[in-house]
Every structure is written in structure tokens, then in C-alpha cells.
């Protein structure tokens, strides 16, 4: 199904249909402030096995990344210092990935790695759904195909490829082409791992 949600505005009800799916254990792409994106309900381990599958992803070699709805509960799913806390608020909402080591309200699939990847994504129809969820969304961006990348903006021929594999694409419009900047917080030092749309000075 391919729904369109205008994210100036995001519908109530349509948000409330997309949730429902969500809650129900359906995956969907969604629009965030960087790219399109697969996500689930995070905290439900058969979701996150199926995005992991179509992703090619191994859950216990690859960090995960999950949305957040705002930073008062990103310390129920990771360990943050003060420094991080501090880092994050001032940058977030964002087009930013912190990685934070994982936290103990995670399923164990979360936890091979003992790392957790932090989004809250400066993008209303995203910051909605989990609101409303009542859980974090696990999030991995639509494979971005260079020689082709209108699959990856365009929701209607991302709907023609995904359609058979997520209960749901929301149209919110074209996506952009430039994925996030991931920041890794594990450790004293904080670390730039890949420099995408957002500039972060550390």
C-alpha cells in the first residue's frame, strides 16, 4: 500500500494507520530528514529479523540504529554520559546517528554487538510514528543505488520495488540522496565514522 501523508501536516488518522501496522509487527518506509527509510517496531524481534533479511544485514556483526522519540528516553535503550548527553541535545533533532553502547530495555538482538545507534530525525511524519508507537523505530535507510536513484526518492517507484516485501510506503514527498552522520560515542573521545548531511563540530 502506498499512502501519502503531507509531512507539513501530518493526518492524525493516517499516522494512526500507519502505527497500527507498526504495532502489529508490519514494516514500512518512511520518509526522515536524510533518507528514506525501512523501520519497524524496534522492540519486536521478528520485525527487526525480517528488515535484517532484506537488508542482507547480520544483526550480529551490524550496528542497529533505532529512532527515538526525543532525548528523555533515549537513556532507556542506551548508556549516555553527561559529555553525550550535552553532545546530542545540542545537535538534536538532526540529521545524526550517535552510537551509544546499548542499553538493558533492548532485545537481545540489539546486543551482540553491545552498541546501539541513536536517531532522532528532524522530520515530522518519523518524530509521529514513534510518538504514537510507544516504542523506538528500528530504521535502515532504502539502499541508496547510485546508477539509479530515483528507487531510493521517489516513494512511487520505491512503492514498485518494496511493495512486496513492507506492508506499507508513506509518500511524504521526494527523500533526499545523503545519508546521516554517525558519531561515535563509546568510548572518551567522540569520533566522526562517516560524514554525511550533518555537520557536527566536536
Avoid at 519497524?40 to 533505532?66: F, H, M, Y
Avoid at 553532545?87 to 551482540?112: E, Q, S, V
Avoid at 516485501?165 to 533526499?176: E, N, P, T
Wanted: charged share 20%.
Amino acid at each position: 500500500m502506498l499512502l501519502r501523508i503531507y509531512p507539513e501536516n501530518p493526518n492524525p488518522k493516517k499516522i494512526d494507520t500507519v502505527v497500527k501496522i507498526l504495532q502489529d509487527g508490519g514494516l514500512v518506509i518512511y520518509p526522515t530528514d536524510t533518507l528514506y527509510a525501512i523501520g519497524c517496531d524496534a522492540l519486536n524481534v521478528r520485525a527487526v529479523e525480517k528488515i535484517c533479511r532484506i537488508k542482507g544485514v547480520n544483526p550480529q556483526k551490524s550496528n542497529l540504529s533505532i529512532i527515538c522519540s526525543g532525548l528523555s528516553n533515549v537513556s532507556e535503550y542506551a548508556k549516555i554520559s553527561n559529555a553525550t548527553f550535552s553532545l546530542m541535545k545540542k545537535y538534536l533533532p538532526g540529521p545524526f546517528t550517535f552510537i551509544l553502547p546499548a542499553g538493558g530495555d533492548l532485545p537481545k538482538i540489539y546486543k551482540h554487538r553491545k552498541e546501539i545507534g541513536i536517531r532522532i530525525p528532524d522530520h515530522p511524519i518519523a518524530h509521529e510514528l514513534v510518538c504514537n508507537m510507544g516504542h523506538p523505530a528500528l530504521t535502515m535507510s532504502v539502499h541508496l543505488d547510485e546508477d539509479q536513484i530515483e528507487y531510493t526518492t521517489d516513494p512511487e517507484l520505491i512503492h514498485e520495488r518494496y511493495a512486496h516485501l513492507v506492508d506499507l510506503v508513506i509518500d511524504g514527498g521526494s527523500g533526499g540522496t545523503e545519508g546521516s552522520t554517525i558519531v561515535d560515542c563509546t568510548s572518551g573521545e567522540f569520533k566522526i565514522l562517516r560524514q554525511g548531511k550533518g555537520l557536527i563540530h566536536l
